[in-house]
């Protein structure tokens, strides 16, 4: 059974960091591309965050280039989102997601075999 379990959600200040991880089970993580994604009260779930098997290759959302930051390690079956400068607009579930794909990545939803629960990200002053 596969699982994705994420960590790392909190209530923070605007200009705050966090860090969320996504610990996967159950399956090849190696062979995934690994992906964030947020979904605000209301809204839709958005891309935030991709990074590929091979871990050079990365996307980031425009909203959050150059203060998120995306990595992985795959001895820890795990992928990482590093949020500095967090923004009100931050504020949203943020979910893990797997994608069995041999070269890049892709964004849309539909896309991914398998999602965590989702952790909360609050940011207000």
């Known amino acids: 059974q596969v699982q994705l379990v994420e960590s790392g959600g909190g209530s923070v200040q605007p200009g705050d960091s966090l860090t969320l991880s996504c610990v996967g089970s159950?399956?090849?993580?190696?062979?995934?591309?690994m992906a964030w994604f947020r979904q605000a009260p209301g809204k839709g779930r958005d891309i935030v965050s991709v990074?590929?098997?091979?871990?050079?290759?990365?996307y980031y959302a425009d909203s959050v280039k150059g203060r998120f930051t995306i990595s992985r390690d795959n001895t820890k079956r795990t992928t990482y989102l590093q949020m500095n400068s967090l923004k009100p607009e931050d504020t949203a579930v943020y979910y893990c997601?797997?994608?069995?794909?041999?070269?890049?990545?892709?964004?849309?939803?539909?896309?991914?075999?398998?999602w965590g629960q989702g952790t909360q990200v609050t940011v207000s002053s």
């Open positions: 997601a797997a994608d069995l794909r041999t070269f890049g990545y892709a964004l849309e939803y539909s896309a991914y075999d398998y």
């Open positions: 159950g399956l090849t993580f190696s062979n995934y591309a």
């Open positions: 990074v590929a098997r091979a871990d050079s290759i990365t």
